[in-house]
């Protein structure tokens, strides 16, 4: 394995599959089976064509080691994604490279990590217990529709602060339609396309985040500590803070990862629990034994190790995304094979998850695994559910935080029976969800 590149080395092995799509088709309907068959075919390394591009497939940690981790200098994260994301979001920390890219995340790190959490917990459990106090009184919802409403409403209050609460439903409507265009090429700007309906609601949503900051820099409230205010103090090394459109750009795709995915591992959670009742109920009597009768705290949060383990299994079996894709600035060689500049590289969260040589029965639900004596998971990059590296997701901790705060209060309050006649068939929209929503009827305890 080597980063130079020798151009007597063979292109890794496979095909590009039909014209102009190649095999993006296969790859969307099952990204694990994809993996699967052409790693038996060809091995860890091997070529395809997806999302128009050509690609090279790297597979296993090793691999997810290589390109999120020693070799990242070779690709550029904004270059692996396509171009309806990118000129909608914008310069967003996920979409930019390189200084410009550790410049923002020295800035925002201290914002979602550390002290500032214990700022967060109060408002993630109100929403919580206001969001699901409305639940019972419908009887019967959609689980991924009810979580998705939930952890909008904390990001925005969160990110956004107490301005949100007023431009609450407007925000989430111009939201919504935006988020549904990011990944819908093509990226024409005409009215009747998912993307053209995206960058009209993305003018909306961008005027009115630009409203809500510039009232905030007017504003005494400006040093609340929410995260807008956090970032509206935050200062690089020259002493510069973030300018509006930066800000912009940052809170779009904050407001978007810090839902979408927590949406759809919420979901997931629930789909397992309620199809393994002996670990339901595991988790019940911890949460019995930890919080009881009384209101959650947060250092009662950091006392449940099985509702650790059942995330980080869920994060296993279900990630958000199949994988990753960086776009290659200088050619390499890996695996005996040369890879160009211009192709893209892709990394595969599912297919590494589903390895037997990390994970025993790697296709069962087992939150034990993670729990001593067994341990798995601890090999370094093995589970990149929220990627690795010094990329990793910046909104980690926050995430799974409000994860065991929604969990933890569902848990101690209320029951859940899932309704017949419905399919869990996993689908991307973009993140992954059971196919109906994960229908449930929910009763007060």
Not at 79 to 105: F, M, N, Q, V, Y
Request: hydrophobic residues 45%; contains cysteine; glycine residues 10%.
């Amino acid at each position: 394995m080597a980063a130079s590149l020798s151009e007597s080395l063979p292109l890794p092995p496979g095909t590009s599959g039909l014209p102009l799509i190649g095999e993006t088709v296969p790859w969307v309907r099952d990204p694990l089976l994809f993996a699967q068959e052409r790693f038996e075919r060809y091995g860890p390394v091997w070529r395809t064509h997806l999302l128009g591009r050509p690609c090279a497939v790297l597979l296993g940690p090793e691999a997810n080691r290589f390109v999120l981790g020693t070799h990242m200098h070779l690709f550029s994260s904004r270059a692996g994604w396509g171009k309806p994301i990118t000129s909608l979001i914008g310069d967003g920390l996920s979409l930019i490279d390189g200084a410009e890219h550790r410049r923002h995340r020295r800035m925002i790190q201290p914002v979602l990590h550390g002290e500032m959490l214990s700022h967060y917990f109060a408002v993630m459990h109100d929403i919580a217990v206001q969001h699901t106090e409305k639940w019972s009184r419908h009887g019967q919802l959609k689980l991924f529709e009810g979580f998705k409403h939930l952890s909008f409403d904390i990001a925005a209050r969160l990110m956004l602060g107490a301005q949100a609460e007023t431009d609450a439903e407007r925000i989430r409507k111009y939201f919504h339609e935006f988020t549904r265009g990011l990944f819908a090429p093509p990226a024409w700007k005409v009215p009747w396309t998912p993307y053209g309906k995206a960058w009209q609601a993305g003018v909306r949503l961008r005027a009115a985040i630009l409203r809500i900051i510039a009232e905030r820099r007017r504003g005494a409230d400006g040093q609340q500590m929410d995260i807008l205010g956090l970032l509206l103090a935050a200062r690089d090394e020259q002493g510069i803070g973030f300018t509006d459109m930066e800000l912009v750009d940052e809170l779009l795709v904050l407001l978007w990862a810090g839902h979408d995915t927590v949406t759809s591992l919420l979901t997931w959670v629930f789909y397992e629990l309620l199809h393994d009742r002996a670990i339901y109920d595991q988790l019940v009597d911890e949460q019995a034994r930890v919080v009881g009768s009384g209101v959650l705290t947060l250092v009662q949060l950091k006392r449940m190790p099985l509702l650790d383990a059942v995330i980080r299994e869920v994060e296993r079996l279900h990630p958000p995304a199949p994988g990753g894709f960086r776009g290659v600035v200088t050619p390499f060689e890996y695996g005996g094979y040369r890879v160009p500049a211009g192709w893209t590289v892709m990394y595969s969260s599912v297919f590494t998850h589903h390895m037997p040589e990390l994970w025993q029965a790697p296709g069962r639900f087992d939150p034990h695994r993670f729990r001593a004596p067994r341990e798995e998971g601890r090999k370094p990059f093995s589970l990149i559910g929220f990627g690795g590296g010094p990329r990793v997701c910046v909104g980690l901790a926050f995430a799974q935080m409000q994860m065991r705060i929604v969990v933890s209060h569902l848990l101690r309050h209320f029951r859940f029976e899932l309704r017949p006649g419905q399919s869990f068939k996993p689908v991307a929209v973009p993140t992954k969800m059971p196919k109906d929503g994960l229908v449930v009827r929910v009763d007060v305890k």
